[in-house]
């Protein structure tokens, strides 16, 4: 693997330390500080760059908005859904807590939250709104060629198509899931795939299942816990997030490749969020924090790893600071960034 380079955005080095509520708090250095970095293992920059990595950005999808970020830990663009401020952890509402987002082939953003679908443009203004209200949930959004866009509704367990920018319902798509389970736990992420068929997380019973445009179920898959999101790949096979991994599997449910939490020995993984697979065969992931237990388990948020499981990038949290605010959760005071969708901008200009 190639040496790490330090990206000039972190210097001087930075080392991080957490306090009790799990807020991080910086004391900066010069050589001793580097070699003290090392002594107690801990990042000295908020992203590390390693050479020969495929240029591009990621645009993650979190609880409180949508934000852009380039290899070295540096933002482009940020929306926030939110009544606080950049310094301080936001107290997101049920309604507004947000779990997918993805950018147009127009440059405005697509995101969907438990309760709306919105389309924003690059200032950060709602173009327009889809909105419901309990019992019924969104959580996702997949952009369709023609403009619109589809979703699921989980209490009435169908996907649905906007149309005239959320006026209308085009059409919906039955997508039986667990009944018996309440509508939070229903569902996770939708996705398309290049057939026209759609990958659905079938949150309660623990599967990802796949269904052509009538709702007939072509192919499911158990995972051993919470599924995320899965896509179809390139080479046909299906790679799936759950709680506890990555799974990459081919159309027989034989296992190709798979990654697990305890493959990382470098960071705590919280739960396996969104991804995407690169050319090269490496894999972009998201640490998603949501309920994590312990201050500084949160420490990286995204990474790459290789086909070999190494670990060849890291975006750790420390690039969010006076950025992305996060969000408040009150049952433990630690502060969560809930990051779960993830697109992969490649080399364009966010």
Same mark, same amino acid.
């Given at each position: 693997?190639?040496?790490?380079?330090?990206?000039?955005?972190?210097?001087?080095?930075?080392?991080?330390?957490?306090?009790?509520?799990?807020?991080?708090?910086?004391?900066?250095?010069?050589?001793?500080?580097?070699?003290?970095?090392?002594?107690?293992?801990?990042?000295?920059?908020?992203?590390?760059?390693?050479?020969?990595?495929?240029?591009?950005?990621?645009?993650?999808?979190?609880?409180?908005?949508?934000?852009?970020?380039?290899?070295?830990?540096?933002?482009?663009?940020?929306?926030?859904?939110?009544?606080?401020?950049?310094?301080?952890?936001?107290?997101?509402?049920?309604?507004?807590?947000?779990?997918?987002?993805?950018?147009?082939?127009?440059?405005?953003?697509?995101?969907?939250?438990?309760?709306?679908?919105?389309?924003?443009?690059? $200032?950060?203004?709602?173009?327009?709104?889809?909105?419901?209200?309990?019992?019924?949930?969104?959580?996702?959004?997949?952009?369709?060629?023609?403009?619109?866009?589809?979703?699921?509704?989980?209490?009435?367990?169908?996907?649905?198509?906007?149309?005239?920018?959320?006026?209308?319902?085009?059409?919906?798509?039955?997508?039986?899931?667990?009944?018996?389970?309440?509508?939070?736990?229903?569902?996770?992420?939708?996705?398309?795939?290049?057939?026209?068929?759609?990958?659905?997380?079938?949150? $309660?019973?623990?599967?990802?299942?796949?269904?052509?445009?009538?709702?007939?179920?072509?192919?499911?898959?158990?995972?051993?816990?919470?599924?995320?999101?899965?896509?179809?790949?390139?080479?046909?096979?299906?790679?799936?997030?759950?709680?506890?991994?990555?799974?990459?599997?081919?159309?027989?449910?034989?296992?190709?490749?798979?990654?697990?939490?305890?493959?990382?020995?470098?960071?705590?993984?919280?739960?396996?969020?969104?991804?995407?697979?690169?050319?090269?065969?490496?894999?972009?992931?998201?640490?998603?924090?949501?309920?994590?237990?312990?201050?500084?388990?949160?420490?990286?948020?995204?990474?790459?790893?290789?086909?070999?499981?190494?670990?060849?990038?890291?975006?750790?949290?420390?690039?969010?600071? &006076?950025?992305?605010?996060?969000?408040?959760?009150?049952?433990?005071?630690?502060?969560?960034?809930?990051?779960?969708?993830?697109?992969?901008? &490649?080399?364009? $200009?966010?």
């Amino acid at each position: 693997m190639n040496a790490v380079q330090k990206s000039p955005y972190a210097l001087p080095f930075r080392f991080q330390f957490f306090s009790s509520t799990g807020n991080p708090m910086r004391a900066r250095g010069g050589i001793l500080g580097a070699i003290f970095s090392v002594l107690m293992g801990i990042y000295p920059s908020s992203a590390e760059v390693v050479s020969g990595l495929e240029k591009g950005a990621v645009l993650v999808a979190s609880c409180e908005g949508l934000s852009v970020w380039n290899r070295e830990g540096v933002t482009s663009f940020q929306k926030y859904f939110h009544s606080g401020t950049a310094e301080k952890a936001a107290v997101v509402p049920w309604s507004d807590m947000i779990y997918d987002a993805c950018r147009l082939a127009s440059g405005n953003y697509l995101c969907a939250a438990h309760e709306w679908v919105r389309e924003v443009n690059p $200032s950060g203004s709602v173009v327009w709104e889809y909105r419901v209200q309990k019992p019924v949930e969104l959580k996702t959004c997949v952009p369709l060629p023609n403009g619109d866009v589809m979703t699921v509704d989980g209490e009435r367990m169908e996907l649905i198509q906007l149309t005239d920018q959320g006026r209308r319902v085009a059409r919906r798509i039955p997508v039986p899931a667990d009944a018996k389970a309440a509508v939070h736990v229903r569902y996770n992420l939708l996705r398309r795939t290049s057939a026209g068929t759609w990958l659905v997380a079938l949150r $309660s019973e623990k599967a990802f299942v796949e269904i052509d445009e009538s709702g007939k179920e072509l192919w499911r898959h158990a995972v051993p816990d919470l599924p995320v999101v899965a896509e179809r790949l390139q080479n046909g096979n299906t790679l799936m997030s759950w709680r506890g991994g990555l799974q990459e599997v081919a159309p027989d449910h034989r296992m190709v490749w798979e990654l697990k939490a305890a493959d990382v020995k470098e960071f705590s993984v919280v739960l396996f969020g969104g991804f995407h697979r690169l050319a090269n065969g490496n894999t972009v992931i998201v640490n998603s924090d949501w309920h994590r237990k312990e201050a500084g388990d949160n420490r990286v948020q995204v990474w790459e790893v290789d086909r070999e499981k190494r670990v060849v990038w890291k975006l750790g949290v420390d690039a969010f600071e &006076g950025k992305k605010p996060g969000c408040h959760e009150p049952r433990t005071g630690l502060v969560e960034h809930r990051l779960i969708g993830l697109q992969w901008l &490649g080399g364009e $200009s966010p």
